[in-house]
T-cell receptor, first 109, second 112 residues
Framework: AQRVTQPEKLLSVFKGAPVELKCNYSYSGSPELFWYVQYSRQRLQLLLR??SRESIKGFTADLNKGETSFHLKKPFAQEEDSAMYYC???????????FGKGTMLLVSP | AAGVIQSPRHLIKEKRETATLKCYPIPRHDTVYWYQQGPGQDPQFLIS???????DKGSIPDRFSAQQFSDYHSELNMSSLELGDSALYFC???????????FGAGSRLTVL
């Protein structure tokens, strides 16, 4: 069974501080991992996915198959990063996503 | 650019009533997904359609049904509504074989 765990419901940091949002997954096949972000009163939108290995808005995430993790990191948080972040796991053969419960990131000035 | 359109934005119903939510995917997206997000909960996958056929089924109650039409828009029909059905219902669409979903803004259903 697919499972995504985001252990932190809320992460509060000061502007300029490093950020790491944790995500662990459970999947027997070859996973595809994503981070989605939901800003206040807006729709969910894709932030990044592991296969593209890119940096979006300063965020990066590395898939660690040994630790079954896909933590989201940013070296210097900005106030506009405050949002709800969802880690999601997709199976390789399809597009059905399993979402984690989400982590609320609050960046204070 | 056009996004995924959901209608209505807000809907208030009473218990045991029926409700229909509509989703219009991005042009050329032929796969549609429905997710339900209860208050303070993560989105739960309900059902998906590809080329007008049901492609996957998640935790969708038997009281709910959905279909995808020839123009690829989808409707989620909910009957015998219960208080616990109050949630934000997201629709998402994708290109065939793509794992990247584009979500609509959601339809918020409140059951009184």
């Amino acid at each position: 069974a697919q499972r995504v765990t985001q252990p932190e419901k809320l992460l509060s940091v000061f502007k300029g501080a490093p950020v790491e949002l944790k995500c662990n997954y459970s999947y027997s096949g070859s996973p595809e991992l994503f981070w989605y972000v939901q800003y206040s009163r807006q729709r969910l939108q894709l932030l990044l996915r592991h296969i593209s290995r890119e940096s979006i808005k300063g965020f990066t995430a590395d898939l660690n198959k040994g630790e079954t993790s896909f933590h989201l990191k940013k070296p210097f948080a900005q106030e506009e990063d405050s949002a709800m972040y969802y880690c999601a796991l997709g199976d390789s053969g399809y597009s059905t996503l399993t979402f984690g419960k989400g982590t609320m990131l609050l960046v204070s000035p | 650019a056009a996004g995924v359109i959901q209608s209505p934005r807000h809907l208030i119903k009473e218990k045991r009533e029926t409700a229909t939510l509509k989703c219009y995917p991005i042009p050329r997206h032929d796969t549609v997904y429905w997710y339900q997000q209860g208050p303070g909960q993560d989105p739960q996958f309900l059902i998906s359609f590809y080329e007008k056929m049901q492609s996957d089924k998640g935790s969708i109650p038997d009281r709910f049904s959905a279909q995808q039409f020839s123009d690829y828009h989808s409707e989620l029909n909910m009957s015998s509504l219960e208080l616990g059905d109050s949630a934000l219902y997201f629709c998402a669409s994708s290109l065939p074989g793509a794992n990247v979903l584009t979500f609509g803004a959601g339809s918020r259903l409140t059951v009184l």
